[in-house]
């Protein structure tokens, strides 16, 4: 890699401000407005300001994204969130590819990508568990459509929050568990423990896939 670090920043973030301001903007107009015509419009009114709310809990949410969602070292790949971050050695991924399941005779591609690893004791330790418990929730739309594809049963659709045991024949509790869990039901139906959509990076998948891919290639 001819950088040492490699940040990418998040789709997610951006507009943040332009929809917080936006947002503010348009209460205050419809505010002014509903001194004057409240009794006429009331319930109209009504709608526009909880529209308007809901758009400025957007924004701010988007704000309080952080500003990059992923950062590659020759050495590591990390993957960073409001509620914590996973990170890994580029020796302990196995593989790195787009989403993708054949349905039928049509080749339908996600809007995620998927990282494989040599082993999911390579993730216990460098994920927190306050993300594993988020990603379990996350990762819902991804269980759905395996479960509306046939590529798993409805049972192992349900989140596992029984004792996980690692190769080392350690059993693991809590979040992380059902995370890990998780992670065997989803390379099960799609071939990939980790998943980071698209609106995490900047960039099409595909090419986000590449340079990852050719960051594993020059790893250190």
């Not at 509620?83 to 591609?109: F, M, R, V, Y």
């Not at 099960?188 to 595909?206: E, K, T, Y």
């Amino acid at each position: 890699m001819n950088e040492k670090i490699i940040k990418i920043k998040p789709y997610a973030k951006h507009n943040g401000l332009f929809i917080v301001l936006s947002s503010l903007l348009s209460l205050a107009i419809i505010i002014m407005i509903s001194l004057f015509v409240w009794q006429q419009a009331k319930f109209s009114l009504m709608f526009l300001i909880a529209l308007s709310l809901a758009m400025l809990l957007l924004g701010f949410s988007k704000l309080l994204e952080p500003n990059f969602s992923i950062k590659i070292t020759p050495k590591q790949l990390t993957y960073l969130h409001r509620k914590g971050q996973w990170q890994l050695d580029w020796q302990a991924i196995k593989s790195i590819n787009l989403i993708s399941n054949t349905h039928g005779l049509t080749l339908e591609t996600l809007d995620y990508l998927g990282v494989s690893l040599t082993s999911t004791d390579e993730i216990i330790g460098h994920i927190s568990p306050r993300l594993a418990n988020q990603l379990i929730h996350e990762q819902k739309p991804l269980l759905a459509y395996s479960l509306r594809s046939g590529l798993i049963t409805s049972e192992q659709a349900i989140v596992n929050f029984d004792s996980y045991t690692n190769q080392q024949g350690e059993e693991i509790f809590g979040p992380i568990a059902g995370f890990l869990h998780q992670c065997d039901v989803l390379n099960l139906a799609l071939g990939s423990h980790l998943f980071i959509a698209q609106i995490n990076v900047d960039r099409p998948l595909n090419e986000f896939v590449t340079l990852l891919k050719h960051c594993q290639r020059t790893s250190t």
